[in-house]
C-alpha cells in the first residue's frame, strides 16, 4: 500500500446499519445535556439573586404602620454593615495583593517555584481539554 491508498481507505466514511439510530441518541444526549446546564446555570442564579436579596434587603418584622419604619431603618442599618464589612473586606484584599506584589524579587520568586509550575501547566491542560471537548461537540 502506498500513501494515496490509505489517504483513500480515510477519506471514505464507513457506513453503518444503526447510523440513524445511533445520532438519534447522540442527539437526545446532547440536548438533555444543553438543558440540564441550562437549568442549573438559571437555578443558581436564581438560588444566588435571592441570597442577594435577602442580604442587602433584611426586614425583620414587616407590618404596616410604625413597625414598618423601624423594620426599614433597622434594615437599611445591617444592609450599611453588610456592606462596610464587604467593603473592609476587599481593602484588606487589595492591601495584601498589593503588598504581594509590590516587590518584583518575591514575585519572581513565586514564578519560579514547582507550585506555580504545576498550577500554571494544571490550567494550560484543563484549558486544552475544554478545546478538545468544545472541538468533539462541535465535530458531531
Known amino acids: 500500500m502506498n500513501d494515496n491508498d490509505i489517504?483513500?481507505?480515510?477519506?471514505?466514511?464507513?457506513s453503518y446499519e444503526d447510523a440513524p439510530a445511533f445520532q438519534m441518541r447522540v442527539m437526545r444526549k446532547l440536548r438533555i445535556n444543553l438543558w440540564l446546564r441550562q437549568g442549573f446555570v438559571v437555578l443558581a442564579?436564581?438560588?444566588?439573586?435571592?441570597?442577594?436579596?435577602?442580604?442587602?434587603?433584611?426586614?425583620?418584622?414587616?407590618?404596616?404602620?410604625?413597625?414598618?419604619?423601624?423594620?426599614?431603618?433597622?434594615?437599611?442599618?445591617?444592609?450599611?454593615?453588610?456592606?462596610?464589612?464587604?467593603?473592609?473586606?476587599?481593602?484588606?484584599?487589595?492591601l495584601?495583593?498589593?503588598?504581594?506584589?509590590?516587590?518584583?524579587?518575591?514575585?519572581?520568586?513565586?514564578?519560579q517555584t514547582p507550585f506555580f509550575f504545576w498550577v500554571s501547566f494544571s490550567l494550560c491542560l484543563v484549558c486544552l481539554a475544554l478545546y478538545y471537548a468544545y472541538s468533539q461537540e462541535e465535530a458531531i
Do not use: C
Open 45 to 94: 442564579g436564581f438560588i444566588g439573586g435571592l441570597y442577594a436579596l435577602a442580604q442587602f434587603v433584611r426586614l425583620p418584622n414587616w407590618t404596616i404602620g410604625d413597625r414598618a419604619v423601624a423594620g426599614a431603618h433597622m434594615a437599611r442599618v445591617e444592609t450599611d454593615q453588610t456592606l462596610r464589612a464587604g467593603v473592609e473586606f476587599l481593602d484588606v484584599l487589595r
Open 7 to 14: 489517504k483513500d481507505l480515510f477519506s471514505s466514511v464507513p
Open 96 to 111: 495584601r495583593a498589593m503588598n504581594l506584589f509590590d516587590s518584583s524579587a518575591h514575585t519572581l520568586n513565586l514564578m
